[in-house]
C-alpha cells in the first residue's frame, strides 16, 4: 500500500521560511517522478514543484528563486523548503507521486498559511 504524509505545515509571517516533508511509504521515491502541488480556497490545485527520477527540479513561475523541492533517497522522503513566503502563497500543499507505470498517488496534504 502507498503513503504519502506530509508534514511541515504551519502559520508563518511574511518572508519567513516552511520546510514540508513527504515520507513515501509503498514506493520509492528515487524512481518515481514526484512533485509538490498546492490548492487555495477557490481555486483549482496548481503544480508548484516536480522532481524528475534524475533529481531535476523544475518550478513554477511564481515560485522560482523562493522554493526548493529535494529528496532523500535513504529516508525515501522529498523535500519543499520554502523561503521568502508571501500571502499569495497560503494554501494546502499535497506530495504527489508518479510510479511510472500509470498509477498516480497523492498524500493528505498539509496547511500553509502566511499572515502577519
Known amino acids: 500500500q502507498v503513503q504519502l504524509v506530509e508534514s511541515g505545515g504551519g502559520l508563518v509571517q511574511p518572508g519567513g521560511s516552511l520546510r514540508l516533508s513527504c515520507a513515501a511509504s509503498g514506493i520509492w521515491v528515487s524512481i518515481s517522478a514526484m512533485g509538490w502541488y498546492r490548492q487555495a480556497p477557490g481555486k483549482q490545485r496548481e503544480l508548484v514543484a516536480t522532481i524528475t527520477t534524475r533529481g531535476r527540479a523544475s518550478y513554477a513561475d511564481s515560485v522560482k528563486g523562493r522554493f526548493a523541492a529535494s529528496r532523500d533517497n535513504i529516508e525515501n522522503t522529498v523535500y519543499l523548503q520554502m523561503n521568502s513566503l508571501k500571502p499569495e502563497d497560503t494554501a494546502v500543499y499535497y506530495c504527489?507521486?508518479?510510479?511510472?507505470?500509470?498509477?498516480?498517488?497523492w498524500g493528505q496534504g498539509t496547511q500553509v498559511a502566511v499572515s502577519s
Open positions: 504527489n507521486a508518479d510510479n511510472l507505470r500509470g498509477k498516480v498517488y
